[in-house]
């Protein structure tokens, strides 16, 4: 066993086994840890993959991109044939029937493999749909929750009891993670990455967060209640947060500006803090 270090460069033929303990979503890695085995005799290659988690996702992403690579290969290689001989005709070299039947066996299973990512990519489409269902629905369950957050364990739990499996929750808040969405407060806790950008600083002040309470929606706008004080006007190039929440007495907390436009009071969200209905 070793890490990446050990995949180029490396030439020791008697390597007939190479196993991949994760996939790798890297045509080029792919092929050059593969390359690893079969350097004198015939090798092969393993791939560990661990279902219903973003293994199958990246072990299809590299083997579409290999063979997108092959394609790409074998178009160059029938635009540079035929070239010019320089030099007497090679002698020729046929080749005897056992290499001729170990080349057909091989050939057999090389065509088997393409059928086989037919099912895999239906898995994987399927996969990371249920992953972004489940991000939208744990994302309004931090949003909720606010500052103050939410254990992961809870988070977790919640999202198994409406039918979310414990491995698209996990891939769902670790997606959540990546974007920006959510942060980690310590090792068992998240926030809303926007509640970080809520707290008071001395170059934004928490006193621009505004709680907004959706009346009424028209056509390219909507008029919303401002700390229960302000009626203003609120149109979607006003709006720099997540879609979904603008609807019928939805009620958020929001960083945003008050401005006016002729006679018309308006409000600019620039970022949504909290989801409170």
Same mark, same amino acid.
């Given at each position: 066993?070793?890490?990446?270090?050990?995949?180029?460069?490396?030439?020791?033929?008697?390597?007939?086994?190479?196993?991949?303990?994760?996939?790798?979503?890297?045509?080029?890695?792919?092929?050059?840890?593969?390359?690893?085995?079969?350097?004198?005799?015939?090798?092969?290659?393993? =791939?560990?993959?661990?279902?219903?988690?973003?293994?199958?996702?990246?072990?299809?992403?590299?083997?579409?991109?290999?063979?997108?690579?092959?394609?790409?290969?074998?178009?160059?290689?029938?635009?540079?044939?035929?070239?010019?001989?320089?030099?007497?005709?090679?002698?020729?070299?046929?080749?005897?029937?056992?290499?001729?039947?170990?080349?057909?066996?091989?050939?057999?299973?090389?065509?088997?493999?393409?059928?086989? =990512?037919?099912?895999?990519?239906?898995?994987?489409?399927?996969?990371?749909?249920?992953?972004?269902?489940?991000?939208?629905?744990?994302?309004?369950?931090?949003?909720?929750?606010?500052?103050?957050?939410?254990?992961?364990?809870?988070?977790?739990?919640?999202?198994?009891?409406?039918?979310?499996?414990?491995? =698209?929750?996990?891939?769902?808040?670790?997606?959540?993670?990546?974007?920006?969405?959510?942060?980690?407060?310590?090792?068992?806790?998240?926030?809303?990455?926007?509640?970080?950008?809520?707290?008071?600083?001395?170059?934004?002040?928490?006193?621009?967060?505004?709680?907004?309470?959706?009346?009424?929606?028209?056509?390219?706008?909507?008029?919303?209640?401002?700390?229960?004080?302000?009626?203003?006007?609120?149109?979607?190039?006003?709006?720099?947060?997540?879609?979904? =929440?603008?609807?019928?007495?939805?009620?958020?907390?929001?960083?945003?500006?008050?401005?006016?436009?002729?006679?018309?009071?308006?409000?600019?969200?620039?970022?949504?803090?909290?989801?409170?209905?």
């Amino acid at each position: 066993m070793t890490t990446c270090i050990a995949e180029e460069g490396l030439d020791i033929p008697s390597v007939d086994l190479v196993v991949f303990y994760e996939p790798i979503p890297s045509e080029i890695r792919y092929i050059q840890r593969k390359g690893r085995t079969g350097r004198k005799t015939a090798g092969k290659a393993i =791939i560990l993959a661990a279902n219903n988690t973003f293994d199958i996702a990246y072990l299809y992403a590299s083997r579409r991109r290999v063979e997108r690579m092959r394609k790409i290969t074998s178009t160059l290689n029938c635009e540079l044939n035929p070239l010019m001989r320089v030099g007497p005709k090679p002698e020729t070299n046929p080749m005897t029937i056992e290499e001729l039947r170990d080349l057909e066996k091989r050939a057999r299973i090389v065509a088997v493999e393409p059928k086989l =990512i037919k099912p895999e990519e239906e898995k994987v489409k399927e996969f990371l749909r249920e992953v972004d269902k489940a991000s939208r629905y744990l994302w309004t369950k931090a949003m909720k929750a606010g500052s103050r957050g939410l254990l992961i364990e809870d988070l977790t739990e919640d999202a198994v009891e409406d039918g979310v499996t414990p491995a =698209i929750a996990k891939a769902a808040i670790e997606r959540l993670e990546e974007t920006g969405q959510i942060s980690k407060v310590g090792w068992d806790r998240i926030v809303p990455a926007t509640s970080v950008l809520a707290k008071e600083t001395p170059t934004m002040p928490a006193r621009d967060v505004y709680e907004v309470y959706v009346e009424k929606i028209y056509p390219g706008s909507a008029v919303v209640l401002i700390n229960d004080k302000w009626r203003a006007r609120m149109t979607p190039d006003d709006f720099e947060g997540p879609q979904g =929440i603008i609807k019928k007495d939805a009620r958020f907390k929001a960083r945003g500006t008050l401005y006016r436009n002729g006679n018309t009071l308006c409000f600019r969200v620039r970022h949504v803090t909290q989801i409170l209905s």
